[in-house]
């Protein structure tokens, strides 16, 4: 029971853990990291189960369970408290940093949806965060397929809860890094961190981890180039987008994950109508 690939499972988890803890604190800087480290713990306990010979059924439920924490919940709580502190209404009279923001802007809510308080969050639109728990709702049925689809041991069909997870921290990292010139109301800041907007990609985003779509998977059977083209391309691109555009590679890097599966598909599909 507690070999090394399920104590790194158990890692995973609690990166999870701690990632909720933190974005309910107010600190969506931070919470980002803990997933990326439960990141790494996913991919440690599947490659490490492998070469120790360790695999087996309880190991393949442990993995779902963390997972559905670190790449369901956490995920779905970091987007919740963005999108509260995307509702900018108190900038003219505020001043302080990131932190110290998100948290006044988290303890509005909080008083104003479940004590009642009068304040600028008392409007319609504090009901919008609710909508990021959309999120663990798929990734439940997401992980829940997975475990007895048999059709994914090549490939993915729908989007992998990581890779969605990966996705939603570019709001509250991209939302950080910029504070102070999205604060002074820049015209592409304002778009892309609207609460509405980030809203609305929760909705295709979620969906897509359930879509009959097949999708990379960056398990290697072999190294050599040929039947592993678009792996490579892939990690290439990743290599070349993260030094370069850093926090701002995220959503390019997703993008590019699905445009290449989607390729890779076209053209396997071509090519057995050849044959």
């Known amino acids: 029971m507690f070999n090394i690939p399920n104590l790194f499972t158990s890692f995973n988890l609690l990166l999870g853990a701690l990632s909720i803890i933190l974005s309910l604190s107010g600190r969506i800087d931070l919470a980002p990291f803990a997933i990326f480290g439960g990141l790494i713990c996913d991919f440690l306990d599947g490659f490490l189960a492998r070469k120790l010979n360790q695999q087996g059924e309880l190991g393949k439920q442990l993995d779902s369970l963390a997972d559905m924490v670190t790449f369901g919940l956490a995920p779905g709580v970091m987007m919740m408290v963005t ?30 949806i479940f004590y009642g308080v009068p304040n600028m969050m008392d409007a319609s639109i504090m009901y919008l965060p609710f909508v990021a728990l959309f999120i663990p709702f798929m990734s439940m049925f997401r992980l829940a397929k997975f475990n007895i689809d048999t059709r994914q041991s090549e490939k993915f069909i729908g989007v992998p809860t990581p890779m969605n997870t990966f996705f939603f921290c570019f709001f509250p990292l ?7 010139i999205w604060k002074m109301g820049n015209e592409l800041y304002n778009v892309i961190f609207d609460p509405y907007v980030m809203t609305a990609w929760i909705i295709p985003m979620s969906i897509l981890l359930v879509a009959e779509i097949p999708l990379i998977s960056l398990k290697f059977k072999h190294f050599h180039w040929t039947g592993n083209e678009f792996r490579y391309i892939f990690l ?19 993008f590019l994950y699905l445009i290449l599966s989607l390729t890779e598909n076209f053209i396997h599909k071509q090519k057995q109508h050849e044959v």
């Open 174 to 180: 991209g939302l950080a890094q910029g504070f102070d």
């Open 83 to 112: 999108i509260i502190a995307s509702i900018y209404m108190e900038f003219p009279v505020f001043e302080g940093s990131f932190q110290s923001y998100v948290h006044h802007e988290l303890l509005n809510w909080q008083n104003a």
């Open 236 to 254: 290439i691109s990743c290599g070349i987008l993260i030094p370069a555009l850093m926090v701002w590679s995220i959503p390019l890097i997703v």
